[in-house]
C-alpha cells in the first residue's frame, strides 16, 4: 500500500510541477514593465523565453533560460509511474491470484527480482533529480535572471522581484524519492523469504574451512583410538641369539607364530637367516 503511495506522490509532486517568476523593470524615464517567465516540467529551461524592455524608447529584447534537464526529471517520474502500476498490479495477484503466485515458485521469484531492480532504480533516479534540481534551481535564480536583463544591468534603471519559484513540491520529490528506495530495500529480504530460498541454503549448510579441518582432525584422533588402541600396546622385546643351536629366536606376537629357518650348512654357522612370520 505504501510503495504505490509514495510513488504516486513522487510523480505528483515533479511532474505537476509549474513554476513562476515576476519582475518589475522601471526604466529612467519612469516606464515600467512587468516580466513573467513561467517553467514547468520537464524543465527544457533552454526553450524557455520573454521578452525585457531595453529602456531605449520601445525597444524590447528576447532572452532565454539555460539548461536541458528533461531526462533526468523524465527518468524520475518514469520509474515513479512503473513503480506505481507494479505495485497496483503485484497487490491485486497477491490477492486474488494466489494460487497462481505460488505455482512452481514463480511468482516470489520475480517478485523478489523486480523489487531488486526497482530498489536499484529509485536511488539512481533519485541521485540524478536531485542534482538536476540544484541545476534547475540555479538557472531560474532571481539574481541570475536580473544579470540576463540589459536594463537592470544599468545602474540608472530599477528592477524588482515580485514573485519567486516556490520549491516546496520539487524539495519533497526529492525526499518521496529516497524514501521509496528505502522502502524497496526493505521489501528485499520479505520478498527474499517468499521464494524460499533461504530454506534450501539452511538445509545444506556449509563449513568453514576451520570447521573442516576441525571435523578431519577429530576423525582422524578417533580412528586412531579405535584402530591403534591394541597397535600401541604391541611391544616387541629384543630378540636373543641361541648360540649353541645356531638360531635367533622371536617373542610371541599377536601377528602369528614366526618360524625360524637357519642357514643351510653347519649348525654353528652365523651366516643370514630367513624368518617367515604365518599370519
Not at 520479505?190 to 539452511?202: D, M, R, V
Request: hydrophobic share 40%; glycine share 6%.
Amino acid at each position: 500500500m505504501c510503495l504505490y503511495l509514495f510513488a504516486v506522490l513522487a510523480f505528483a509532486t515533479c511532474g505537476g510541477y509549474s513554476g513562476q517568476i515576476m519582475v518589475k523593470v522601471e526604466c529612467l524615464d519612469k516606464t515600467q514593465s512587468n516580466i513573467s517567465i513561467s517553467f514547468n516540467y520537464p524543465f527544457r529551461l533552454q526553450q524557455v523565453h520573454f521578452s525585457a524592455p531595453l529602456c531605449e524608447g520601445t525597444r524590447k529584447e528576447t532572452l532565454f533560460l539555460e539548461g536541458d534537464n528533461a531526462s533526468s526529471a523524465q527518468f524520475f517520474v518514469t520509474v515513479s509511474v512503473l513503480a506505481f502500476l507494479y505495485s497496483l498490479l503485484a497487490t491485486i495477484v497477491y490477492f486474488f491470484y494466489q494460487n497462481k503466485y505460488r505455482e512452481k515458485n514463480r511468482g516470489p521469484v520475480v517478485d523478489f527480482l523486480v523489487t531488486l531492480a526497482f530498489s536499484s532504480l529509485w536511488l539512481v533516479s533519485s541521485i540524478a533529480w536531485a542534482k538536476t534540481l540544484f541545476g534547475v534551481k540555479t538557472a531560474t535564480d532571481v539574481h541570475q535572471i536580473l544579470l540576463l536583463i540589459s536594463a537592470c544591468r544599468a545602474q540608472e534603471n530599477l528592477c524588482e522581484v515580485l514573485q519567486e519559484p516556490i520549491w516546496t513540491n520539487l524539495n519533497m520529490s526529492v525526499a518521496f524519492g529516497f524514501l521509496n528506495f528505502f522502502l524497496w530495500a526493505g521489501n528485499i529480504w520479505f520478498a527474499y523469504k517468499e521464494t524460499g530460498l533461504h530454506k534450501s541454503i539452511q538445509r545444506y549448510p556449509s563449513r568453514t574451512p576451520s570447521e573442516k579441518r576441525d571435523s578431519f582432525r577429530q576423525y582422524s584422533q578417533t580412528s586412531f583410538d579405535q584402530s591403534g588402541a591394541g597397535f600401541g600396546q604391541r611391544l616387541y622385546n629384543q630378540g636373543s641369539f641361541d648360540l649353541s643351536s645356531g638360531g635367533f629366536s622371536l617373542p610371541q606376537t599377536n601377528l602369528g607364530q614366526p618360524m625360524l629357518y637357519r642357514q643351510v650348512g653347519s649348525p654353528t654357522s652365523r651366516g643370514p637367516l630367513i624368518f617367515v612370520n604365518e599370519m
